[in-house]
């Protein structure tokens, strides 16, 4: 079974607007952490966010939230007023003792 | 600030000839680093586990003759790309954990290297 699954290949959003980017995960262990990284044409990865299953909160990182729906085991990335820059590559991950990456899904920012 | 840098970015080789990719943390110390490789427009796939004083962890299906990890030193880890092929041609991302005293492995935020484009003709 996928360990990462993140369903929308691509995305589209107004310059300005919130974007919700989807991604559930799967495990047993009572003990993880859920990432995001960012993946811009130069192939860097740039770490967001990040969110541990214990914590109780939800992340924020300036722009960036995490949505945790832990029973349903989700780690949605929402970004708020999306910029021409926020345009790229987005990578779910957790990590149990290695890191499990998703598909991920590629954002286009639309002036 | 970049938090591990890679050498070399780019590199064009012929076909059966090496090259060898370093990674390097950046004012700490990685007892482990971890190495990857994508395809364009797929995710990152783990390749090995390098470990700092012993052998490197090979994921299922990599050839560990054909990519030799040396975990040197704590601030430095070599992928050798072995008589590469044509096939061997993909980006190569390398990553360290920032180790936090008492923290749980699962909440190390991995930073990645910028990446070695690896072209062979």
């Known amino acids: 079974a996928q360990k990462i699954t993140q369903t929308q290949p691509g995305m589209f959003v107004q310059e300005k607007e919130a974007v919700t980017l989807d991604c559930t995960y799967d495990t047993s262990d009572p003990s993880y952490g859920l990432f995001w990284y960012k993946q811009p044409s130069s192939g860097e990865m740039i770490f967001l966010i990040y969110?541990?299953?214990?914590?109780?909160q939800n992340a924020t990182e300036g722009r960036y939230s995490l949505n945790f729906q832990k029973a349903r085991k989700s780690a949605n990335l929402v970004i708020s007023a999306s910029q021409l820059g926020d345009s790229a590559m987005y990578f779910c991950?957790?990590?149990?003792?290695?890191?499990?990456f998703g598909t991920g899904t590629s954002l286009t920012v639309i002036p | 600030g970049a938090v591990v840098s890679q050498h070399p970015s780019w590199v064009i080789c012929k076909s059966g000839t090496s090259v060898k990719i370093e990674c390097r943390s950046l004012d700490f110390q990685a007892t482990t680093m971890f190495w990857y490789r994508q395809f364009p427009k797929q995710s990152l796939m783990l390749m090995a586990t390098s470990n700092e004083g012993s052998k490197a962890t090979y994921e299922q299906g990599v050839e560990k003759d054909k990519f030799l990890i040396n975990h040197a030193s704590l601030t430095l880890s070599t992928l050798t790309v072995t008589s590469a092929h044509p096939e061997d041609s993909s980006f190569y991302i390398c990553s360290a954990s920032i180790p936090v005293p008492g923290s749980l492995a699962e909440r190390e935020t991995q930073y990645f290297g910028p990446g070695t484009r690896l072209l062979v003709l």
């Open positions: 991950a957790m990590r149990e003792y290695q890191f499990y």
């Open positions: 969110q541990g299953s214990y914590d109780q």
